[in-house]
């Protein structure tokens, strides 16, 4: 079989199964009494184990079934939860991890895991984190329990529920040999045979090759789905000499998960256990079936990004010739023409909305891998942290979403380390020694807002305006015109840092410079509020999408420009007797604000052509808080177009995002304004 056209499904559901992993034990140790936790990770343990064999991929299926191993200890209640034990299995789904991120990258996967598998030996073996005391009462719970229960991954109980519907119904038979047997191994044979003529062998318990090695007492069982009747399986086995006893009890296969095992059934009431299932496993059950029913009433199918970003260039053609078809119509008058394009438009506007859609991913994809970083962080500082996610489900370009990743590590390592105080510290001020950092993401308008907020020591203003003036960034008479806001912002400035003490974690001064320019490289912006001894709120502006946007085209002397619709305010036509001097700069009163004019012809340095006129056509934007007025020539309309990079030989070029082709060919620049407003 040839396995690389399954390479890219294996990668992506590996990735799945790892992030449930973290998530479920980031759960499990809120909950370490949870065994169904433990049997929702060792679900995604086994299949990722499974595909892993699969696949070919021997060192990442070893890991993965050694770490198996000790979450079924884990389940069967020989090992106690501890974080000692769940920071070794965090270690071995981060070496997981590292091999499937090999593997994606075109590797083969192999990675020294000597220490994390010694270290999952090891508790496995008893030989740490055990409780000794419990440990033998635990075995012997153990041993009984594995003769008398069945656990099932997500395959089997796929194969009996297909088999469910063609007919078959899935029976648990537990078989009981005299205790004079003496060649048990060849019964166990007779037995398997009798049950195979009947229907399919799904699994038994302890696993065939045990039973072959006659590994297990007098007792086994075995789970079959057949078209036969109980009572004739029972006496088809009872036909093999020197079986004592034979229990055969039906199932429904949608019932069955591997939380059964952690069910109270005691071998005298086995015939009745799926009927009067304890009252504590009841709610368990209750709570998996609807995880079952979202799994079957998913309608989605993978697509590869690549066919997306191929089908969205075409789609950005497709706009561009629209525009020059609409320009054709209006240079025409034909009237059949000009409804032709205009119901064209109306397509294309729909297609647009489906494919930007199609393109959107849910942040969660980025905020899932935050909660095991706090945890090993607030570890590692010896902190209590309590993360809240809050609208992971919100939606954003995947241009965008690839970006924000490393802008918000350092933001979250930041807070952790800087922003929220250690248990002392908080008892001492009368806080909750626990700190509470909440990550927020929603919509506004054309916008996404991600919102960091921490109840921790917020930013000492006194500090940072010290150290930004003993490194120059401001001057004293700037210092004392700064908002709070504004002087919270100063520590996004390059080699800011007012830490005491340089840590592995943040504090080197770089970091919130480069998360404010990777965030403004995304047309976004970053705010900052902060409170002294309450906490600070770090609030990351993004466009929804950066592939076509809706701009206000002006034309400067004979060229033309596009401003995004997203920064503009207003537009507005000033006389030049209202134009004022102030601090060496052209102001305007625009409704009571003094609001500063830039001159787009002299900032691109546009040749002149045309004679000034006594009014002055005006774009007002913002950026935060800031306004400006940019002066054109003249307006001359909104339009969607589709933002091209400049390529590699302009990248240093000032003030430009990107260029777009209008519809009569021309190219037009995009101003990017958030460079023209300090």
């Given amino acids: 079989?040839?396995?690389?056209?399954?390479?890219?499904?294996?990668?992506?559901?590996?990735?799945?199964?790892?992030?449930?992993?973290?998530?479920?034990?980031?759960?499990?140790?809120?909950?370490?009494?949870?065994?169904?936790?433990?049997?929702?990770?060792?679900?995604?343990?086994?299949?990722?184990?499974?595909?892993?064999?699969?696949?070919?991929?021997?060192?990442?299926?070893?890991?993965?079934?050694?770490?198996?191993?000790?979450?079924d200890a884990i389940r069967n209640e020989k090992i106690s939860v501890s974080p000692e034990v769940l920071d070794v299995i965090f270690l071995a789904v981060d070496d997981l991890e590292a091999m499937v991120e090999s593997i994606a990258s075109g590797g083969d996967g192999k990675r020294n895991v000597e220490e994390v598998v010694k270290k999952l030996a090891a508790i496995e073996n008893g030989e740490a984190f055990v409780e000794t005391g419990a440990e033998e009462a635990a075995a012997a719970v153990v041993e009984e329990k594995a003769l008398t229960q069945n656990s099932y991954d997500e395959f089997e109980i796929t194969v009996m529920q297909q088999s469910k519907e063609?007919?078959?119904?899935?029976?648990?038979?537990?078989?009981?040999?005299?205790?004079?047997?003496?060649?048990?191994?060849?019964?166990?044979?007779?037995?398997?045979?009798?049950?195979?003529?009947?229907?399919?062998?799904?699994?038994?318990?302890?696993?065939?090759?045990?039973?072959?090695?006659e590994k297990f007492e007098n007792s086994f069982m075995v789970t079959i789905v057949s078209k036969e009747e109980p009572s004739q399986i029972e006496a088809k086995i009872m036909k093999v000499s020197e079986v004592e006893k034979v229990v055969v009890k039906e199932f429904a296969a949608f019932e069955v998960t591997v939380a059964e095992e952690v069910t109270e059934t005691a071998p005298a009431v086995q015939e009745t256990a799926v009927a009067a299932v304890t009252p504590s496993a009841a709610p368990k059950k209750e709570e998996e079936k609807p995880a079952?029913?979202?799994?079957?009433?998913?309608?989605?199918?993978?697509?590869?990004?690549?066919?997306?970003?191929?089908?969205?260039?075409?789609?950005?053609?497709?706009?561009?010739?629209?525009g020059r078809l609409d320009q054709i119509s209006q240079d025409l008058q034909v009237q059949e023409l000009h409804e032709t394009v205009e119901r064209m438009s109306r397509i294309t506007g729909d297609l647009q909305n489906i494919i930007l859609n199609m393109r959107m991913v849910p942040v969660e994809t980025v905020f899932n891998r935050f909660p095991r970083m706090v945890r090993q962080l607030a570890r590692d500082l010896n902190k209590k942290i309590n993360l809240e996610i809050i609208g992971a489900d919100t939606e954003l370009d995947r241009t965008v979403i690839d970006e924000i990743g490393d802008p918000l590590v350092h933001l979250i390592r930041n807070a952790l380390d800087h922003g929220v105080e250690s248990p002392e510290v908080r008892r001492a001020n009368n806080k909750n020694e626990e700190g509470t950092v909440v990550l927020r993401a929603y919509h506004s308008g054309n916008h996404v807002f991600i919102e960091l907020e921490d109840d921790?020591?917020?930013?000492?203003?006194?500090?940072?305006?010290?150290?930004?003036?003993?490194?120059?960034?401001?001057?004293?008479?700037?210092?004392?015109?700064?908002?709070?806001?504004?002087?919270?912002?100063?520590?996004?400035?390059?080699?800011f840092s007012t830490a005491d003490k340089i840590s592995d974690i943040s504090g080197r001064g770089v970091g919130l410079d480069v998360v404010k320019s990777t965030i403004e490289s995304l047309g976004g912006t970053i705010t900052i509020e902060s409170q002294e001894g309450k906490g600070s709120l770090f609030s990351i502006q993004l466009p929804l999408t950066l592939s076509i946007i809706s701009v206000m085209l002006v034309e400067i002397q004979q060229e033309k420009y596009a401003i995004p619709l997203s920064s503009i305010i207003e537009t507005a036509i000033v006389n030049k007797n209202d134009v004022m001097q102030a601090h060496n700069q052209t102001v305007i009163d625009f409704r009571?604000?003094?609001?500063?004019?830039?001159?787009?012809?002299?900032?691109?340095?546009?040749?002149?052509?045309?004679?000034?006129?006594?009014?002055?056509?005006?774009?007002?934007?913002?950026?935060?808080?800031?306004?400006?007025?940019?002066?054109?020539?003249?307006?001359?309309?909104?339009?969607?177009?589709?933002?091209?990079?400049?390529?590699n030989y302009l990248t240093n070029a000032f003030a430009i995002s990107g260029a777009t082709i209008l519809g009569d060919g021309q190219v037009a620049l995009i101003v990017d304004c958030n460079a023209l407003i300090k």
Wanted: aromatic content about 6%.
């Fill in 1 to 71: 079989m040839e396995m690389s056209q399954y390479l890219e499904v294996f990668i992506e559901e590996s990735k799945e199964h790892l992030q449930t992993c973290n998530e479920q034990l980031l759960e499990l140790e809120k909950n370490p009494e949870n065994l169904q936790i433990v049997n929702e990770i060792f679900r995604s343990a086994h299949t990722l184990k499974g595909m892993s064999a699969t696949m070919g991929y021997e060192d990442l299926a070893s890991l993965t079934h050694q770490m198996e191993n000790v979450l």
């Fill in 166 to 213: 063609q007919g078959f119904n899935a029976y648990e038979i537990e078989v009981s040999l005299s205790a004079s047997c003496l060649l048990k191994a060849a019964r166990v044979f007779m037995i398997f045979e009798a049950l195979e003529s009947l229907g399919e062998v799904i699994k038994s318990n302890p696993p065939v090759e045990e039973l072959e090695e």
């Fill in 292 to 322: 079952a029913v979202a799994k079957q009433s998913s309608k989605t199918i993978r697509v590869n990004i690549e066919r997306l970003d191929i089908l969205m260039n075409l789609f950005e053609e497709l706009v561009i010739d629209r």
């Fill in 456 to 495: 921790g020591a917020g930013i000492n203003k006194e500090k940072v305006l010290q150290k930004a003036l003993s490194k120059g960034i401001i001057t004293q008479e700037t210092a004392n015109s700064l908002t709070d806001s504004q002087i919270a912002e100063l520590i996004l400035a390059s080699g």
């Fill in 592 to 647: 009571g604000k003094v609001v500063p004019l830039l001159f787009l012809k002299d900032i691109f340095e546009v040749p002149v052509t045309k004679e000034e006129e006594e009014f002055y056509s005006v774009v007002i934007v913002r950026k935060g808080e800031k306004l400006a007025g940019f002066v054109v020539d003249s307006f001359i309309g909104q339009q969607e177009v589709v933002l091209k990079s400049l390529g």
